[in-house]
């Protein structure tokens, strides 16, 4: 183990923040850290945005339904962005403009900025716990996709993935449990159905043990009918028309 390893396997998500506003210097680090993640060909396709302004925390808070939107010591918003590389297609000649824009407007040019995004948001928030900073990352933001892109006036190709709170953690929640390390890696071929169920029957009953024991939030409740909830109740059906109108995923 060295202190990486530490700060990685102590992660949770912090919920709860002090009154206490991020410094220039620690959001500058903090972003630093994300920008050095790896990025496809170099695309660098996402853009952060920082909310200072307490009007946008409060619209944006009011559409995730979540107070620790609204406080915390910063909020960022996490972009998928082709947007600034569909600018660069000026300088190229018109044969190679029609095919920049059909390439920028494809599912896998779709897929990189999202896979960029979450890459460079987590080396942000590995760089904020590692600075003693707690987060919480934020997809409720894509309650309303579309106001959250309005009230940040996000150019075409540009898309709002998640946000991520940071700040100095008020409270100290367990740390949550994860699914068994052979249900998440398997070797040379994917597992067998019924291996793989034995394996999530017997998360079911540690995640009973750990809602049971929390010292808040206690609950009675298992992986499996979290999951049936939720993939029982279609959310955010909106996303895949948003997404298509800033002219990604398209083909
Ligand atoms: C992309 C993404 C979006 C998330 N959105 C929210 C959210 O909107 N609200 C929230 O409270 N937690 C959110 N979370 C946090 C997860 O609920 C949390 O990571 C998960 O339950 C595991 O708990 P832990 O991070 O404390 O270990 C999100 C996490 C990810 C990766």
């Not at 992660?11 to 790896?38: C, M, N, P, Y």
């Not at 070797?187 to 929390?214: A, G, H, V, W």
Request: glycine residues 4%; aromatic residues 8%; charged residues 25%.
């Amino acid at each position: 183990m060295n202190e990486t390893i530490d700060t990685i396997l102590s992660h949770r998500s912090i919920r709860k923040f002090k009154d206490e506003k991020l410094t220039k210097e620690q959001i500058h680090t903090i972003v630093r850290s994300a920008q050095q993640a790896s990025t496809s060909s170099f695309v660098m396709a996402y853009t952060i945005i920082g909310i200072t302004d307490d009007s946008k925390k409060q619209a944006l808070m009011e559409i995730s339904g979540q107070p620790y939107v609204k406080d915390n010591g910063h909020l960022f918003v996490f972009c998928g962005d082709l947007h600034r590389a569909h600018q660069l297609r000026n300088k190229a000649d018109k044969e190679q403009q029609e095919l920049i824009t059909e390439t920028i407007e494809s599912t896998e040019q779709f897929i990189v900025t999202v896979i960029d995004g979450a890459l460079a948001a987590q080396n942000a928030v590995l760089a904020a716990e590692s600075m003693g900073l707690g987060a919480c990352f934020l997809g409720s933001l894509r309650n309303d996709i579309n106001k959250v892109s309005d009230l940040l006036q996000l150019p075409n190709h540009v898309v709002p993935l998640f946000g991520v709170a940071v700040g100095y953690p008020d409270h100290q929640p367990e740390l949550k449990p994860r699914l068994p390390i052979e249900t998440v890696y398997h070797e040379n071929s994917y597992m067998e159905d019924e291996e793989q169920e034995e394996l999530i029957n017997e998360f079911d009953l540690t995640l009973k043990k750990y809602y049971d024991s929390r010292s808040t939030n206690t609950r009675i409740d298992t992986w499996t009918e979290q999951m049936i909830r939720k993939y029982s109740n279609p959310q955010r059906m909106d996303v895949s028309a948003f997404v298509k109108s800033k002219g990604l995923n398209k083909r």
